[in-house]
Every structure is written in structure tokens, then in C-alpha cells.
């Protein structure tokens, strides 16, 4: 039985790639094109090197939890599909049939080294859900702390358009918020993150310290393999969603996971642009499906964004969409530009009543119950 990790500070130890060694939890993500191939299903060579690779980084005293995308792929050999179907139906039926097989390889492996594992299963409608997303955060903190090594994937076999949500870049990034992690390591089949075409030229980009390194980089698309449905474009989001919320993040291929790992000068590292964030912040910035928009005026805005205030019924000026109190909406300005988003006290049947009158004049109107704010700032995330 893996042994359990003393409980975690809150500062991060790591600041750059060299100190990814001093790590006390990371969360790597990898590629369904680093794991399989549409000939032969599950590519062996590729999940024990990628076994071993972590188990050597759990010995170290580093807590991981794997992302792993592959079980659509895994699954079209077994059902004779030459490659990943394209109809949602065959799609979940290769999930079905290729999460047993990936999870039951990851098993065997692990024993090896006498580190059990734990499937987690997720869905993006899972992290929308705020009881649900507290409910993932306690059972992958429970794993951690019992010795486990959590198997992340998308629940692939009743998702909708989770499917095709990114190959699970962002979900590697999320959880990494979910987790706390000091660092995301995402895998894949390309070495970095390149100004342009490695074929004609181009040249790696090692370091991303903010968006203007980024400026004229064109991002592909599609994996070499074919088997996946992430591509660069995927990758840079889930990095900016790490960094964004205090986690750096390394990009790189799965062949390059042992040197990265190591600290060594590979891939490419996007360091921390943001503030750790709390779980429910990170869900309504990033995962929140918004159901309506709030107008607001141009004071609204400023004791918003620049006060950090709750939104008062005085400052609104427009109530679009359909929603009930308790669901995320987004808090836009007199222009249309998105502000904030953040979780309404009200329904969009009560709001059109309440448009710019003080709290005190609708306690007056309508009673007491109507003297609360209309989005809290606890409940709020500025975007």
C-alpha cells in the first residue's frame, strides 16, 4: 500500500520548471494519441513507460492525480472500428468498452509498484453542478490522503458534448484547481508549443509569462495520431486556465515526461499569471453555463469591478434570458462586454420589477424578503 503524504502547505514551492522535482501534487494529462492508435487499440510500450515515469515521481514524495484521455480510442479495436466514429452513439460505445480495458492496463501496471489506483469518472455537467464539484473535490482529496493514485477521464459513456469539450485539456486544468495542485503537466504528441510550423522552420517557445507571447503564434488542430480531438488550441486554454488561477503549467510529449518531470529545459512552461482561486470561483468563471445577463450602469460596473461590491437592484438597467434564483448568470456593461459572472438572488420574472429601485424602497413595495442583493460578491467572479 502507497504510502499517505503529510498534509499540504499553502505556499507553492514551484515557480518554474526546475522545480517541478519539489512538487507536492501535480496533476499530468495525457493524450489519446500518446496511448493508442487506431490499429492497435491500447499501445502498451507507451502506458507502462508513462507508469513508470510516475510511479518514479510518487516515490519522490510527489502526489499525482492522471488525466487520462484514450478510452474512445481504446475502444475501436475491439469493436472493428478503423477510426473514432463520428455519431455520438458509437462514440459512447467505444468509451464503454475501452474505459475497462485502459483502467484494467493502468491497474496492472501500477501494482508494479504496489500503488493502488482510483477511477473518477466526470462529466462537465458534474462540475457545473456546485454540490457535485465539492462532491469530486472531497473523493479525489479522500484518494490522495488513503495512498491512491486518482484515474481522471471524462465519463465519456453518457457525455454529450463533453465529448468533443477539448480531449480533456481543460478538465486536466480544473481538476488541478480542484486539487490544489502546485503544477499541471500536460502530455501529448508534440514536443512544445512552436511560433509557428516545426515542419517550416519554427522556433520553440520555452517560456510564456503572458498573452503577448503568444501574439502571432498560430495553433493547430489536430493530433498526428488521429485518434484525439484535442490540439494546441486546447492545450494554450488549459494552461491559461492553470495559470490563470495560480498554477503553472508544462506543455510537451509524452516521450519528453521523465526530463519535464525532472525540472530539465523541455517543452514549454506558461508561468502563473493569476491568484490562486477558491473551487466555486474557478466553477463560475470556467464552467458556469451562464442562463441570462444582467445589465448593468456605468455605477454598477465601477462598484463592481473596482469596489469588489454585491450588485443592488438601483444599478440594473436590463435583465436578459430565463433563469431562477441560484443559477449563474453574467454581469455585463451598458456595451455588452462580459464583466463578471456570478450566481443571482432572484428569477428573470422578478428582476424587470426591481430595475434601479433601492432596497429600501422594494422592502417598502414588496416586502422584506426583497432587501437582499441581487448577486453577492461572495457569489461573483469578475472575468
Known amino acids: 500500500m502507497a504510502g499517505k503524504t503529510a498534509v499540504r502547505a499553502s505556499r507553492n514551492p514551484v515557480k518554474t520548471r526546475a522545480d517541478l522535482p519539489k512538487a507536492r501534487r501535480i496533476v499530468v494529462k495525457i493524450g489519446s494519441s500518446s496511448l493508442t492508435t487506431v490499429d492497435g487499440g491500447i499501445n502498451l510500450d507507451a502506458v507502462h513507460n508513462l507508469v513508470s515515469t510516475l510511479a518514479a515521481v510518487r516515490q519522490r514524495g510527489t502526489e499525482v492525480i492522471l488525466v487520462s484521455s484514450g478510452a474512445i480510442s481504446a475502444g475501436l479495436a475491439p469493436l472493428n472500428l478503423e477510426r473514432r466514429p463520428k455519431d455520438l452513439a458509437t462514440q459512447q460505445a467505444a468509451a464503454a468498452v475501452g474505459q475497462g480495458l485502459l483502467l484494467a492496463h493502468y491497474t496492472r501496471e501500477f501494482a508494479v509498484y504496489n500503488y493502488p489506483v482510483g477511477q473518477v469518472l466526470l462529466t462537465v455537467d458534474d462540475l ?8 469530486a473535490m472531497r473523493a479525489l ?7 491512491v493514485l486518482p484515474i481522471v477521464n471524462e465519463n465519456d459513456a453518457v457525455a454529450t458534448h463533453e465529448i468533443r469539450f477539448g480531449d480533456n485539456d481543460r478538465l486536466a486544468a480544473l481538476v488541478a484547481n480542484v486539487v490544489k495542485a502546485d503544477a499541471l503537466v500536460m ?3 508534440v514536443d512544445a508549443l512552436y511560433d509557428g510550423p516545426p515542419a517550416d522552420g519554427a522556433q520553440r517557445i520555452p517560456l510564456v509569462e503572458s498573452e503577448d507571447d503568444l501574439a502571432g503564434v498560430k495553433l493547430g488542430s489536430a493530433g498526428k495520431a488521429g485518434v484525439g480531438t484535442g490540439g494546441m488550441v486546447t492545450k494554450v486554454e ?18 519528453n515526461a521523465r526530463a519535464i518531470l525532472s525540472g530539465e529545459d523541455v517543452g514549454t512552461w506558461f508561468a502563473v499569471q493569476g491568484r490562486r482561486r477558491r473551487a466555486r470561483s474557478t466553477w463560475l468563471a470556467h464552467l ?3 442562463h441570462g445577463k444582467l445589465v448593468l450602469d456605468d455605477g454598477a460596473v465601477t462598484a463592481v469591478v473596482d469596489n469588489h461590491r454585491s450588485l443592488l437592484p438601483a444599478g ?9 434564483s441560484g443559477d449563474p448568470v453574467e454581469l455585463v456593461d451598458l456595451q455588452g462586454k462580459v ?13 424587470p420589477a426591481m430595475l434601479g429601485k433601492s432596497t429600501l424602497k ?5 416586502g422584506p424578503e426583497y432587501e437582499r442583493v441581487v448577486v453577492h460578491t461572495d457569489d461573483l467572479v469578475l472575468v
Open 288 to 290: 458556469a453555463s451562464s
Open 316 to 324: 440594473l438597467v436590463r435583465v436578459e434570458g430565463r433563469f431562477e
Open 187 to 189: 502530455l501529448s504528441d
Open 362 to 366: 422594494l422592502r417598502a413595495e414588496l
Open 128 to 135: 457545473m453542478r456546485r454540490s457535485t464539484y465539492t462532491n
Open 339 to 351: 464583466i463578471a459572472r456570478g450566481l443571482v438572488n432572484y428569477s428573470a420574472k422578478e428582476l
Open 238 to 255: 488549459a494552461a491559461k486556465i492553470a495559470s490563470g488561477s495560480g498554477i503553472p503549467a508544462a506543455l510537451t510529449n509524452a516521450d
Open 141 to 147: 482529496n479522500r484518494l490522495l490522503k488513503l495512498g
